[in-house]
């Protein structure tokens, strides 16, 4: 507590004690809420949530799996748009190029509809428990993880954050605490500065490889036309990682393009999408699966993993799969 009132920076084995003590119950709400707030308004480092990271993972429900490497598409949200579930449909058309993806993600938090509602609404059960789950991820390469089941620790700090009603470094552990343990990741921010945080963080935890970014118009995804920058995580190093709109042949697209309904709408829409509509979702889904490929080494550059996402698609390999994460997920 003296350290955070001082504004001073904690260790990372320190902020893993701290963050342990909190989602052990080891504090009053009142000693909770002071070191949220202390380090909300100091803003947190990268060994803070390397720390909270490891706390978490100690503490969360695992998934296991033969399978490896496996990638995530969940990044932290929290940036107000309603929009169409792009990482979602991303997570699912790059399955069905033949990534293994844990798709870790929750209800809706600061938009209409979060991943977890458009998979419900489309007829997926979001109430695995880690052995289904596996034996799912196992089967298909595709399992959709939600968080809440999966990280029973965070409900000790439940009533504090909604209390708060204010961002706290809580936000930003999820795409870093993936149940199945995945090791590639692209997790898109809407905040810039959480660009060197969350990549500073995976490599610090050992990430395999993984890309962190930012686009320019303000959102946590690729959009067609709209440059992004970033940092990719490679086996302990990091580089600057960037798109340009020349990097892929693709007309621009406008966000009032991608723009959600509700549950239902959006689970419509990505059943027209993954049955081969065209369009700007379909152009934003497959650039955003260019690079989930490329993170998970089955392509070498954005535009050969354009066309293997396109294939995926056209060919009926993504609604297969998504027809079979459905029917597993249901399965007694």
Request: proline residues 4%; glycine residues 12%; negative net charge.
């Amino acid at each position: 507590m003296k350290i955070v009132a001082a504004r001073r920076p904690l260790s990372r084995d320190l902020a893993e004690r701290v963050f342990g003590d909190l989602m052990d119950g080891q504090a009053t709400e009142a000693q909770k809420g002071a070191i949220l707030i202390g380090i909300a308004t100091r803003g947190e480092t990268s060994d803070e949530i390397a720390g909270a990271v490891s706390a978490l993972r100690a503490r969360m429900r695992r998934v296991s799996t033969s399978r490896a490497p496996v990638l995530d598409t969940c990044g932290p949200g929290g940036i107000g748009r309603d929009m169409f579930n792009l990482s979602t449909a991303t997570a699912i058309v790059a399955a069905g190029a033949g990534a293994c993806v844990a798709k870790h993600g929750n209800r809706s938090i600061s938009s209409r509809v979060g991943s977890a509602d458009v998979l419900a609404a489309a007829g997926v059960a979001i109430d695995l428990d880690p052995d289904r789950a596996g034996r799912l991820l196992d089967e298909i390469g595709l399992v959709f993880l939600f968080a809440p089941a999966f990280h029973p620790a965070m409900k000790e700090l439940g009533t504090v954050r909604r209390e708060l009603g204010v961002r706290t470094i809580f936000n930003s552990l999820g795409p870093l605490a993936n149940p199945a343990g995945a090791t590639r990741q692209m997790i898109g921010v809407g905040r810039p500065e959480l660009v060197r945080l969350l990549a500073e963080a995976l490599v610090t935890l050992g990430s395999e490889r993984a890309v962190v970014f930012h686009s320019a118009n303000g959102l946590d995804e690729l959009i067609p036309g709209v440059p992004a920058s970033g940092i990719e995580v490679r086996e302990g190093w990091t580089r600057h990682w960037s798109y340009a709109p020349g990097d892929i042949a693709q007309a621009a697209v406008s966000a009032t393009e991608l723009a959600g309904g509700d549950a239902s709408s959006n689970a419509e829409m990505l059943r027209a999408l993954l049955e081969g509509e065209k369009g700007p979702r379909r152009e934003a889904v497959l650039l955003n699966a260019a690079l989930a490929l490329v993170v998970a080494d089955l392509a070498e550059r954005l535009d050969d993993g354009y066309e293997m996402a396109g294939a995926a698609i056209d060919e009926g390999r993504a609604l297969a799969t998504f027809e079979k994460l459905r029917a597993g997920g249901t399965a007694a």
